[in-house]
């Protein structure tokens, strides 16, 4: 009986919870005070953030002085991934949208530019990330590709 009034204990405040994330989310506030705008490209103000830092510190402090692992290392693993993900995906999205309407990223020449994204494109193949599910850009690579000068430079 306690428990079940404990779940729905629970449940209730995570309901509220959520309501009051999409509300804030809604009027362009930081989720978590509801007091100022968050930072950009972010659902936090600043202050807020470097509050929850600053807890992290004190958390990780007192694990290390107890002697006790600091993370999870799969989990950080995970969330490595899923941040490395989401940053090729930004960054895949920006240079399709710059490609879409010319060859090579400065003017109609190529030039260092496309050395350097050409290497980030080999890159991105090798650690398997999904360059395919960006037409644009996967143009582009083979493109690049074609290059008697990349064909040295990576050979087969
Ligand atoms: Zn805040």
Same mark, same amino acid.
């Given at each position: =009986?306690?428990?079940?009034?404990?779940?729905?204990?629970?449940?209730?405040?995570?309901? @509220?919870?959520?309501?009051?994330? +999409?509300? #804030?989310?809604?009027?362009?506030?930081?989720?978590?005070?509801?007091? &100022?705008?968050?930072?950009?490209?972010?659902?936090?103000?600043?202050? &807020?953030? /470097?509050?929850? #830092?600053?807890?992290?510190?004190?958390?990780?402090?007192?694990?290390?002085?107890?002697?006790?692992?600091?993370?999870?290392?799969? +989990? !950080?693993?995970?969330?490595?991934? /899923?941040?490395?993900? $989401?940053? %090729?995906?930004?960054?895949?999205?920006?240079? @399709?949208?710059?490609?879409?309407?010319?060859? *090579?990223?400065?003017?109609? +020449?190529? @030039?260092? +530019?496309?050395?350097?994204?050409?290497?980030?494109? %080999? =890159?991105? !193949?090798?650690?398997?990330?999904?360059?395919?599910? $960006?037409?644009?850009?996967?143009? *582009?690579?083979?493109?690049?590709?074609?290059?008697?000068?990349?064909? #040295?430079? *990576?050979?087969?």
């Amino acid at each position: =009986m306690a428990d079940r009034d404990s779940a729905r204990r629970r449940q209730r405040k995570l309901a @509220s919870y959520h309501r009051r994330v +999409a509300e #804030r989310r809604e009027r362009g506030l930081c989720v978590k005070c509801g007091k &100022c705008p968050p930072a950009p490209q972010r659902s936090i103000c600043v202050s &807020c953030n /470097e509050k929850a #830092r600053a807890a992290e510190r004190a958390r990780a402090d007192r694990l290390r002085a107890e002697g006790k692992p600091v993370r999870d290392p799969e +989990a !950080t693993r995970r969330a490595d991934r /899923e941040r490395d993900r $989401y940053e %090729f995906e930004r960054r895949a999205k920006i240079l @399709s949208d710059a490609l879409a309407e010319r060859e *090579y990223l400065v003017g109609s +020449a190529f @030039s260092g +530019a496309d050395i350097l994204i050409g290497h980030s494109c %080999f =890159m991105a !193949t090798v650690v398997g990330l999904p360059i395919g599910d $960006y037409p644009v850009l996967e143009a *582009y690579y083979q493109r690049l590709q074609q290059r008697p000068a990349y064909q #040295r430079a *990576y050979p087969a």
